[in-house]
């Protein structure tokens, strides 16, 4: 099995408040390709130290890949250090500063001078374009050892390492490959989601199960071991159908789709549209919606209803319903539903009222108290839910409460079951 | 100053999914008493990289802190390399077995066998008591250096080192203290933001400068070394002044705001409405500033329009300029941000429309053009931008840009300056 290190260069990693995360994500794609991590170091924008991290790190170990430091400015020193710790030279390519001249063009903006620190490339390397920003990365063999320089935003270093490190590695990695599936629950807790499908995985001796809480919903992840890639997806596909099996419609994604995906395509292949009236969430669905290319095809408009004044006016919410019921309660969530819906004329209307906190709660409605409203043509209906979190927390589970509330209703309604 | 090297051990720290945190709260710690952190590693439970770590930190740093591995299985082997690496045997103590066993029998349970192994400490250690745990921490000196060994659960790491190792180290540390500062640009980008500054910051030498691109703003990172608190907040406050004075408006906060907290406060101040309509955006902005507590004061409606019908519909923007040039035009942005300023009654209207990707661009009108619109009371105004990047990146940016449009037009038509 191949050896890895990785290496992280910029000193806000050596701060209080910052942390290296891009090598959870190496370490990932590492590990599916047979590759293992053996050590991991996070160095300042220190000249020295760098340079005895790079030179140990490829007698220690078979591949070593950096991150960061590859900017334009004078505090970026990877791509120099790197080459003196490898004994080469930088060499100048001026097709890259073409390349850079041009992308500033196009973004009506001079490249300043500095990028021109961007074209050096150490001698032998073969160039690892960018396309998402300036920098370009560097993968350069010394004897058996391979050493890989990528920039640190995970962006820009994502796509580079998948398009362009990625398969060249793989050829030199062994035998066993790891495939990595994510399934996605709502509406369960961690441990029930564990006792419910535990002696199920653990059948599965070829699979490593863990369970995740992730701010709204559980993740299953499974990686499988196997000799090919075939072999390991078909255990995976069996795994994951008896998962489903088990848990029901309470699964809503097989294969690590976004609860915004699924209800897009929910609403795509049942040819129907949506408007969303948001409260306390502010804009947030529409945006988590909206993140998906494609979704003007159901999404047809949003409000952001802050204001009292602002439900009435634009969604037609009665004066008295507040009044009475205030603005966080069943009553104003259906009436906000029902009045998206007949102003923006689509098949279903969605809205979010609460209490995001810190402040605004009371003993009746604490923070954490959302009404989720839906309507449809033949019915208007809601649910109260109680959710624990800070504001940033509330916020996110009560958008992804009320995607949920609505895939339910349309599974329902067009009585399909989950696949 | 003294330097320390921090080395986390512990083969699950190399997995994709875990991340060393320790490391975090000891730099604060460290910096707060003016030792500044140099290097830190994450090693797996691997005895020759971990004999070889330890030894290379100590040659490189005065100071260098491992947490975990110190517990009673064989796979912890913190406690045996730590000492193999300096050189020293391990020292049985009996008392450390009693002390063990007597925690143990308060819990109803025998001593495994196993928990001997934690009574061997490095020869000529200081043993650090655990009040929360069974593995005792060490502090050794090694000539001129300091090594200090933690166990790595941070309930147990963290009391520990504050009452066994803090104290020891602040004697020897002397009297630096370092005071950080964050301040974010706008509309700048990294190189010539350098440019601007470089020959401002590099006078100061007790401050150490660095230049972060963070997707859509430049962060500028001060950290400033002196002998007391006061001291080292007026160096920050005498060069984060010569900073703006230097970048002028661009600079929008000065101690790590962001960019709606800023916009919220612009707002709050001059007793300011606002009302915002997305279409490429899809409700982002919505979400930001509404992210802010007490946004209602200010925020008071919002409009998700990502088709022509709502944009015509809600906004009363007129078929024929749709027509005529386009949702994503100039005079469409104008006449939503005028639509919706009307429509709800409030002081400003802002609004975006543009092509977000990875669909939808043309020669013409290429992915990553934005308009934003301007309404006051007054005048209907907007800009074109380009934004490079994904989907992801140009909504950020153009949201981001939207906020930074409407701060630039407060401050002109309040005539403040930044303070």
Same mark, same amino acid.
């Given at each position: 099995?191949?050896?890895?290190?990785?290496?992280?260069?910029?000193?806000?990693?050596? #701060?209080?408040?910052? #942390?290296?995360?891009?090598?959870? *994500?190496?370490?990932?794609?590492?590990?599916?390709?047979?590759?293992?991590?053996?050590? !991991?170091?996070?160095?300042?924008?220190?000249?020295?130290?760098?340079?005895? #991290?790079?030179r140990?790190?490829?007698r220690?170990?078979?591949?070593?890949?950096?991150?960061?430091?590859?900017?334009?400015?004078?505090?970026?020193?990877?791509?120099?250090?790197?080459?003196?710790?490898?004994?080469?030279?930088?060499?100048? $390519?001026?097709?890259?500063?073409?390349?850079?001249?041009?992308?500033?063009?196009? *973004?009506?903006?001079?490249?300043?001078?500095?990028?021109?620190?961007?074209?050096?490339?150490?001698?032998? @390397?073969?160039?690892?374009?960018?396309?998402?920003?300036?920098?370009?990365?560097?993968?350069?063999?010394?004897?058996?050892?391979?050493?890989v320089?990528?920039?640190?935003?995970?962006?820009?270093?994502?796509?580079?390492?998948?398009? $362009?490190?990625?398969?060249?590695?793989? !050829?030199?990695?062994?035998?066993?490959?790891?495939?990595?599936?994510?399934?996605?629950? %709502?509406?369960?807790?961690?441990?029930?989601?564990?006792?419910?499908?535990?002696?199920?995985? !653990?059948?599965?001796e070829?699979?490593? #199960?863990?369970?995740?809480?992730?701010r709204?919903?559980i993740? =299953? $992840?499974? %990686?499988?071991?196997? !000799?090919?890639?075939?072999?390991?997806?078909?255990?995976?596909?069996e795994?994951?159908?008896?998962?489903?099996?088990?848990?029901?419609? @309470?699964?809503? @994604?097989?294969?690590?789709?976004?609860?915004?995906?699924?209800?897009?395509?929910?609403?795509?292949?049942?040819?129907?549209?949506?408007s969303?009236?948001?409260?306390?969430?502010?804009?947030? =669905?529409?945006?988590?919606?909206?993140?998906?290319?494609?979704?003007?095809?159901?999404f047809?408009?949003? @409000?952001?209803?802050?204001?009292?004044?602002?439900?009435?006016?634009?969604? +037609?919410? %009665?004066?008295?319903?507040?009044?009475?019921?205030?603005?966080?309660?069943?009553?104003?969530?259906?009436?906000?539903?029902?009045?998206?819906?007949?102003?923006?004329?689509?098949?279903?209307? =969605? +809205?979010?009222?609460?209490? &995001?906190?810190?402040?605004?709660?009371?003993?009746?409605?604490?923070?954490?108290?959302?009404?989720?409203?839906? &309507?449809?043509? %033949?019915?208007?209906?809601?649910?109260?839910?109680?959710?624990?979190?800070?504001?940033?927390? =509330?916020? *996110?589970?009560?958008?992804?409460?009320?995607?949920?509330?609505?895939?339910?209703?349309?599974?329902?309604?067009?009585?399909?079951?989950?696949k």
């Open positions: 099995m191949l050896s890895a290190e990785i290496i992280a260069v910029g000193s806000e990693l050596l #701060t209080p408040t910052k #942390t290296d995360t891009n090598s959870l *994500w190496l370490t990932e794609k590492l590990n599916e390709i047979g590759i293992e991590v053996r050590l !991991k170091t996070v160095v300042g924008d220190d000249r020295a130290r760098l340079e005895e #991290t790079i140990e790190a490829l220690r170990s078979d591949i070593v890949i950096s991150t960061g430091g590859l900017g334009p400015t004078e505090d970026d020193i990877t791509r120099e250090v790197s080459a003196k710790a490898v004994g080469r030279e930088l060499v100048y $390519h001026e097709e890259l500063v073409e390349d850079l001249r041009e992308r500033f063009r196009r *973004w009506g903006r001079e490249m300043p001078k500095t990028n021109k620190r961007q074209a050096y490339v150490i001698e032998g @390397a073969r160039i690892l374009p960018n396309l998402n920003g300036s920098a370009v990365g560097m993968a350069v063999e010394i004897g058996e050892k391979f050493l320089v990528l920039p640190g935003p995970p962006r820009e270093l994502k796509p580079m390492f998948e398009a $362009h490190v990625l398969p060249t590695l793989k !050829k030199s990695a062994g035998e066993i490959v790891v495939r990595r599936r994510i399934l996605r629950v %709502a509406g369960m807790g961690e441990s029930a989601v564990d006792e419910a499908i535990a002696p199920i995985y !653990k059948s599965f070829t699979v490593e #199960t863990s369970i995740l809480f992730n709204s919903e993740e =299953i $992840h499974l %990686a499988a071991k196997a !000799k090919t890639e075939t072999e390991a997806e078909t255990i995976l596909e795994l994951a159908g008896k998962i489903v099996q088990q848990l029901g419609v @309470a699964v809503f @994604a097989l294969d690590g789709e976004l609860m915004e995906e699924i209800v897009g395509k929910l609403l795509t292949e049942n040819n129907k549209t949506l969303i009236a948001e409260s306390c969430t502010g804009g947030l =669905i529409g945006e988590r919606l909206t993140d998906v290319s494609g979704a003007s095809r159901y047809i408009e949003g @409000a952001v209803v802050y204001s009292n004044q602002a439900k009435t006016r634009t969604l +037609s919410v %009665a004066p008295e319903i507040i009044e009475r019921f205030g603005a966080v309660s069943a009553e104003c969530a259906e009436a906000m539903a029902r009045g998206m819906r007949e102003k923006a004329e689509t098949d279903f209307g =969605i +809205s979010v009222t609460g209490i &995001a906190g810190p402040d605004g709660g009371s003993d009746e409605k604490p923070v954490g108290t959302v009404f989720i409203g839906y &309507a449809d043509g %033949a019915k208007t209906k809601s649910i109260k839910i109680t959710l624990p979190g800070d504001r940033y927390l =509330i916020r *996110w589970r009560a958008s992804s409460a009320a995607l949920d509330y609505l895939r339910r209703q349309i599974l329902k309604s067009s009585s399909e079951i989950v």
